[in-house]
């Protein structure tokens, strides 16, 4: 079910804040890997496999980003969608943006950065959602009130999963999800030129974490 309105107030100003927040997030933490390293060094089996984590959880935040976007299609402002991912959590592109930035920090061979990327993700995307909430609840009143007392605003609850039989996709929107999804990967060669740097002695370690 979607119930369409007219928007009266433009969220683009909160997306740039969001994405402006998200790059200092990401420089801070960078910074902490340059001068960390996994336990074991950047050889180690712990470091190995906390990458392998991680490059998985990148691929399944893009996988699911994109899954998102076929069912939002753009009409965020507009509707309010209450069909697949949307009926098990309302803000499901979210949900799968944490599991895109653990995979980011995870890159680095430490759980803890992960984690903290994660919690820098949570911390910047509240905010965003809480502003949002505001709009929707302003534009769509006992529509959207009713909604957010059914659906978790993050935890997925599968028990809720409503589908719909058709889809109207926009495939301009979904490709661009996806073209910002592998931007994640960046995070690869990222991390692996902090590595190089690392086993050449051409970064200082301060810190071991795990």
């Not at 430490?110 to 959602?129: E, K, P």
Request: glycine letters at 10%; hydrophobic letters at 50%; proline letters at 4%.
């Amino acid at each position: 079910m979607t119930i369409t309105h007219r928007p009266a107030l433009d969220l683009g100003a909160v997306q740039k804040i969001r994405k402006i927040a998200v790059l200092v997030a990401i420089l801070a933490l960078v910074g902490l890997a340059l001068v960390s390293q996994s336990v074991g060094g950047v050889d180690g089996e712990w470091h190995e496999r906390v990458e392998a984590v991680g490059f998985v959880a990148m691929i399944l935040s893009i996988v699911g980003r994109a899954w998102c976007s076929l069912y939002i299609g753009g009409r965020k402002k507009a509707e309010i969608v209450d069909r697949g991912p949307y009926s098990i959590t309302r803000n499901p592109l979210y949900v799968f943006s944490y599991i895109g930035a653990f995979g980011i920090g995870a890159q680095s061979g430490s759980v803890t950065i992960g984690l903290g990327f994660v919690l820098a993700a949570m911390a910047v995307f509240y905010l965003t959602v809480k502003r949002e909430e505001a709009f929707l609840k302003r534009e769509f009143g006992a529509v959207y009130t009713a909604y957010k007392a059914r659906t978790p605003r993050f935890w997925p609850r599968f028990s809720l999963w409503r589908d719909e039989e058709e889809l109207t996709i926009r495939p301009s929107l979904f490709v661009t999800t996806i073209r910002d999804g592998l931007v994640f990967l960046l995070a690869i060669p990222i991390f692996e030129l902090i590595d190089a740097g690392q086993a050449a002695h051409w970064l200082r370690i301060l810190v071991h974490l795990p």
